[in-house]
């Protein structure tokens, strides 16, 4: 049986796997889910359509599943759904979606520091850490292993890509190609994420190509058509340029140079 603090309020309706723990004064709503090795420490809020995987952690006064808060919002059931081994610290938020049947997607291995925001429909990946009071607004999309620096906050729709740093403070209104630093006030893409990239075990050959890519498309003044084409005839055909070239083609809201 799982582990139940009696000042717990659960919904009968609530499914909880029989390993979780649920502390003191935790609140389930009716469709919440709860996977194997789940832990709510005190006061959580779980509420709406939300389903979280094994493992996760979640600390005090967070709040998940909620409702969203875009305006747009017009009734029908909407979704949380979070992966494994996730950490969510104190008063960390996580919203459902907006559009009826759409969802609010969050990986595996994620760590959200102490009141980090996630917006209606963001969809997070993997291995991710946002640090304190980072706010992602509502459809952004952020790939793997990204970091996210304090305070900093990114617009709506933007993608974040993956490898990618943000410093702390900043303010994203455009796309974060992967493999890449961004940083200030609008955020400009500094250079690529070497030391993170060295971190994650990339080889020297990798980390120059997309060391020669970031100079053609970020340092020459080229439009970025002509940026992208000068890449793929001169700048090595590995996995990551091609990922990088593949993500600025693909970008609607254009990329924080």
Do not use: W
Not at 101 to 121: E, I, K, M, P, R
Not at 146 to 156: C, E, K, N, S, T
């Amino acid at each position: 049986m799982p582990s139940i603090h009696p000042t717990a309020v659960l919904h009968p309706g609530a499914q909880i796997a029989d390993d979780c723990t649920v502390g003191p004064y935790c609140v389930l709503g009716e469709h919440v889910v709860l996977g194997p090795r789940t832990v709510l420490h005190s006061h959580v809020v779980l509420e709406g359509h939300t389903i979280l995987g094994s493992d996760n952690e979640v600390f005090p006064f967070a709040c998940l599943g909620g409702k969203t808060q875009d305006l747009k919002y017009r009734g029908g059931i909407t979704h949380v759904r979070i992966g494994d081994h996730n950490v969510f610290r104190e008063y960390c938020t996580v919203h459902a979606a907006t559009a009826d049947g759409q969802a609010t997607v969050v990986g595996s291995h994620n760590h959200f520091l102490a009141y980090t925001h996630l917006a209606h429909d963001v969809q997070v990946g993997n291995h991710v850490i946002m640090s304190n009071v980072a706010t992602l607004a509502g459809h952004v999309t952020v790939e793997d292993h990204v970091v996210i620096g304090g305070l900093a906050a990114v617009h709506q729709f933007c993608r974040i890509g993956r490898h990618a740093m943000i410093g702390g403070c900043s303010k994203v209104v455009q796309d974060v190609a992967p493999f890449m630093m961004a940083d200030g006030s609008p955020a400009e893409t500094r250079f690529i994420n070497k030391v993170g990239l060295e971190r994650a075990g990339f080889t020297p050959d990798a980390i120059s190509q997309l060391t020669k890519a970031y100079k053609v498309l970020f340092r020459s003044g080229l439009t970025t058509a002509n940026a992208l084409a000068r890449i793929e005839s001169e700048v090595g055909d590995s996995p990551e340029v091609r990922h990088l070239v593949a993500f600025t083609q693909s970008s609607e809201r254009g990329l924080a140079k």
